[in-house]
C-alpha cells in the first residue's frame, strides 16, 4: 500500500457526461500527478500539482481540468465524455516539486464511458 | 523528444532462471530513471530508480537495475525468478526541469514453475 488512496475505484458513464475522480496523496506529500493508462496511448502524464499550484501539463484535453485544495487532496474532473476516455486514471504523490524524487502511485480509477 | 523504450513486449522464463527487462532511453540531458512494477487491477509499485553514483541500483524484491551511459539503457535485472514476480513492469525517465514521468510501453514478465 503506497498511501496513495484513489476514490471511486470503478466508474461506469455515459458518452457527454461529467465525472470527478479523487486523489488524498500521502501524508506529508506536497506534490500530486495525474496519469492516464489507455491500451493505444500507455501511460501518459497529464497534470501536476504541488501545494495547491498547477505546475505541469501534459496531454490533458481542455475538457479535463485538475485542481489541489488546502488540505492537498486533489480532483481529476473529465467532462463531455467521450468512449476514447475509457481509462485507468491514476494518482500519485511525492513529497517536494523535484525531478528526482520517488511518485507514489494510488490503486488508480477505471472509468469506462459507455 | 525524450522518450523510453522497452523493446519486449513480454518476456518468459522459468522459475528459478536469472530475468532480465530490458529499458533504453533517448534524453537530451541528464536523465533520473526508474522501474515500476504493476500487478493485475493494482497501481504501480516503485520498484528501484537510477539518480548518480553507483551505476548498479538494488531496490524492492530483489530487483536490481544496471545504468550504462554509453548504451543509454537501465536493464532490470533479477538473479532467480519467482512465479510471484509475473507482472507488467515499466521502465520511466525524468529530466531536470520535467518532472513528469516518461514511460516505455511496458513489459510483460511471465514467470513459469
Known amino acids: 500500500d503506497s498511501g496513495v488512496t484513489q476514490t471511486p475505484k470503478h466508474l461506469i458513464t455515459a458518452t457527454g457526461q461529467r465525472v470527478t475522480l479523487r486523489c488524498s496523496p500521502r501524508s506529508g506529500d506536497l506534490s500530486v500527478y495525474w496519469y492516464q493508462q489507455s491500451l493505444d496511448q500507455g501511460l501518459q502524464f497529464l497534470i501536476q500539482?504541488?501545494?495547491?499550484?498547477?505546475?505541469a501539463k501534459g496531454n490533458i484535453l481542455e475538457r479535463f481540468s485538475a485542481q489541489q485544495f488546502p488540505d492537498l487532496h486533489s480532483e481529476l474532473n473529465l467532462s463531455s465524455l467521450e468512449l476514447g476516455d475509457s481509462a485507468l486514471y491514476f494518482c500519485?504523490?511525492?513529497?517536494?516539486?523535484?525531478?528526482?524524487?520517488?511518485?507514489?502511485f494510488g490503486p488508480g480509477t477505471r472509468l469506462l464511458v459507455l | 523528444a525524450q522518450s523510453v523504450a522497452q523493446p519486449e513486449d513480454q518476456v518468459n522464463v522459468a522459475e528459478g532462471n536469472p530475468l532480465t527487462v530490458k529499458c533504453t532511453y533517448s534524453v537530451s540531458g541528464n536523465p533520473y530513471l526508474f522501474w515500476y512494477v504493476q500487478y493485475p487491477n493494482r497501481g504501480l509499485q516503485f520498484l528501484l530508480k537510477y539518480i548518480t553514483g553507483d551505476n548498479l541500483v538494488k531496490g524492492s524484491y530483489g530487483f536490481e537495475a544496471e545504468f550504462n551511459k554509453s548504451q543509454t539503457s537501465f536493464h532490470l535485472k533479477k538473479p532467480s525468478a519467482l512465479v510471484s514476480d509475473s507482472a507488467l513492469y515499466f521502465c520511466a525517465v525524468t529530466l531536470n526541469g520535467y518532472n513528469k514521468l516518461i514511460f516505455g510501453a511496458g513489459t510483460r514478465l511471465a514467470v513459469h514453475p
Open positions: 500539482y504541488y501545494n495547491g499550484e498547477e505546475r
Open positions: 500519485a504523490s511525492s513529497v517536494e516539486d523535484l525531478y528526482q524524487e520517488t511518485q507514489y
